[in-house]
């Protein structure tokens, strides 16, 4: 057993705090990874305080993991000691539905195992996330990351970064499209980099005017307030993708509206309610509603060498574990910009 030291929500409604618990021993197939940064993303704060039910606890919340290779198992040729590596949202899956047989183990029929707050495959125990300092994952859920690029900032590419580049990929996002990120929080500032980036004319769509700068700075061509219902009007029937990442309840009928004819509400955002869609508002301009979990193993690769080549990455604000708390609070109030970005150096012993 591997002790490792973390950070846990103990119940829905205390505060996380210092914990210790055991890491498996590396088997044949896994990696062991000293983590160096983890990420912090709304889905932690909403499992962390049971938003969605059947949180589990003690809880280690993270999965947006960067680290370096500390040692590995008798099979594993992909990585070696000393190689820097990272791991997302999921640690395991059937890995043969048809869904993995497609590299799309992100929507495996059983359900893809989560990096924490999940029970582990073979009935071992709970899954432990990367507020922590080492884990211990097989080597099919570990990602190469590039040494080019500002690690700290890599982190949220595993989580924010994938869970926007995939959709805006399936929406066949390129030049001459137009393309609104609504939410410029950890997934909308990677949106709008993305959408940026594949050639679209892009619109940000917030609730805080004070975003418009960073909007610009971002390389989003018009930045909309969605209180001002004026303004969001003169933008009826005008894109042909809207990237939902907002993480309160809301309703998806004012940003239909926004979409032009075969326009597609690409939703990532996961608030609790369920929200009302008018279906006058589907059949104008044959509109759709499509949501998006995170992406496969080889996609994610695939975007993590593609922002190594464009040189994208996270804006981030570094923390010490111990300030998780009051990060947590930050970010309900939309006060980040745009990642909190632990600093696993915190916790070591
Ligand atoms: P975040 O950094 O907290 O950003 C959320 C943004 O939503 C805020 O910055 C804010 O943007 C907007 N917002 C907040 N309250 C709002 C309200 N009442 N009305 C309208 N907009 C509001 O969160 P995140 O980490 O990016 O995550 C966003 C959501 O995606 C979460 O629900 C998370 O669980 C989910 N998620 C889904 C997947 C997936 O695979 N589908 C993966 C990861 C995360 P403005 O200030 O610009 O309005
Ligand atoms: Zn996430």
Redesign the pocket.
Known sequence: MLPTNSFAAMSATTPLEAYSFNRRTVGNNDVQIEILYCG???????QAKDEWGGSIYPMVPGHEIVGKVISVGSEVTKFKTGDLAGVG?MVDSCKHCASCNQDLE?YCEEGMTGTYNAKERDGSGITMGGYSTQIVVNDHYVFHISEKLNLPAVAPLL??G??TYSPLVFAGVKKGMKVAI?????????GVKFAVSFGAEVT?????PN?EADAKKLGATHFLL?TNEADMKKYNNYFDVILD??????DYTQYLNLLALNGKLM?????TEVPKVSPFSLITNRRSVI?????GMKETQEMLDYCAEHNIVSDIEIIPMQNINEAYNR??K?D?K??FVIDLASIKA
């Open positions: 912090v993303c709304h889905s932690d704060l909403h949202v992100n989580c924010a994938i869970t609504v939410g410029l929080g950890g997934l909308g500032h990677m940000v769509i917030s609730t805080s975003k969605s990442a907002i993480s309160a309840n809301h939703v990532v955002g996961l608030p949501g998006s979990c995170i992406g970010m309900l939309g980040v745009y990642r």
